[in-house]
């Protein structure tokens, strides 16, 4: 029963991160995708700040852990959340959310080919399920567009966000040897902010902002940040890092329903099939990894008692 609850937990966080490229949409036009960013976590980290020293009574990290924090704040805070900003001015948010469905294998790609982790054939397969799903989400079943190569350039940006996030986890992966994962995202964004502040101090601007625009930077900075983290993480400590990943699947058909509310956007068939595709592509996927990583729980957990 206790299961369930943090089962919940974990799917209402795949809500808040779905909220997160609907409110985004709130933000493109308002300023450039450099405010936006250093905002967004400008904020976050004012809010990790005191939650951090009061769970672990300490700021600082170790000192081993400084140079893949650097590597987070790169690529986890400034290029993830700019490619996702500049996606977001050229497509829709459905599809931004569609394409986030690929996440868990950018992770594993990365990991493939950083940490040398193999892979089954059952997740290649997988892979490429999923890759047939996001090639209809992004021509619309318009295959001549593929002979054409005239892809949405915000689809293009989503995947080199949804790349970014993959060397992400491999960084977060070796710099949590030495910290937590609530101390992992406060310093990767505070070095993510400091790295943009030189490219972003002289040229920030909010332009024409309304209720709207406040209320999405404070879901993005606060909801889709700083809660979303604290409960992945309490689902990640109690029911497992690859059980939790499936729920990642759940961010696009929450994007979907999020958007037709509150943006008006409306999805075809032929995008509803490739929604399928995706999320059943990563699920055969992440199905193979959940076996091996039950397996290595429960041996890990024989050996602690």
Not at 16 to 35: D, I, P, R, Y
Not at 112 to 131: N, T
Not at 267 to 285: A, D, E, H, K, S
Request: aromatic share 14%; hydrophobic share 55%; glycine share 8%.
């Amino acid at each position: 029963m206790q299961e369930l609850y943090f089962y919940a937990l974990l799917l209402f966080t795949s809500m808040l991160w779905a909220g997160n490229f609907v409110a985004g949409k709130f933000l493109v036009g308002h300023a450039s995708t450099l405010t936006l960013t250093e905002m967004r976590w400008g904020l976050a980290v004012l809010c990790l700040i005191p939650f951090v020293w009061l769970r672990e009574k300490r700021l600082f990290p170790s000192r081993k852990a400084l140079l893949p924090l650097f590597f987070m704040g790169i690529t986890g805070v400034v290029l993830f959340n700019m490619f996702m900003f500049l996606a977001l001015e050229k497509t829709s948010a459905d599809n931004v959310g569609l394409l986030s469905a690929l996440n868990p294998v950018s992770i594993a790609l990365a990991s493939f080919v950083i940490l040398h982790e193999k892979l089954k054939w059952q997740q290649v397969g997988g892979m490429l399920v999923s890759l047939l799903g996001v090639i209809i989400v992004i021509t619309h079943g318009d295959w001549q567009k593929l002979l054409r190569f005239h892809f949405n350039t915000g689809d293009l940006f989503m995947l080199a966000a949804v790349g970014t996030w993959g060397l992400y986890s491999v960084a977060g992966k070796k710099a949590m040897q030495y910290v937590s994962p609530y101390m992992s995202t406060l310093w990767s964004g505070i070095i993510g902010c400091l790295l943009l502040l030189p490219f972003d101090l002289f040229s920030f601007e909010v332009k024409n902002t309304n209720p709207a625009f406040w209320i999405a930077t404070l879901y993005v900075s606060v909801g889709a940040t700083v809660l979303a983290m604290v409960f992945w993480n309490l689902g990640v400590q109690r029911v497992g890092g690859t059980r939790s990943g499936v729920f990642l699947n759940f961010n696009p058909i929450f994007t979907a329903i999020l958007a037709f509310f509150f943006l008006k956007e409306h999805m075809n068939l032929i995008q509803g099939i490739g929604t399928l595709l995706v999320i059943g592509g990563v699920y055969w996927f992440t199905m193979q990894k959940k076996e091996r990583a039950e397996t290595v729980h429960a041996t890990s957990c024989e050996i602690n008692r």
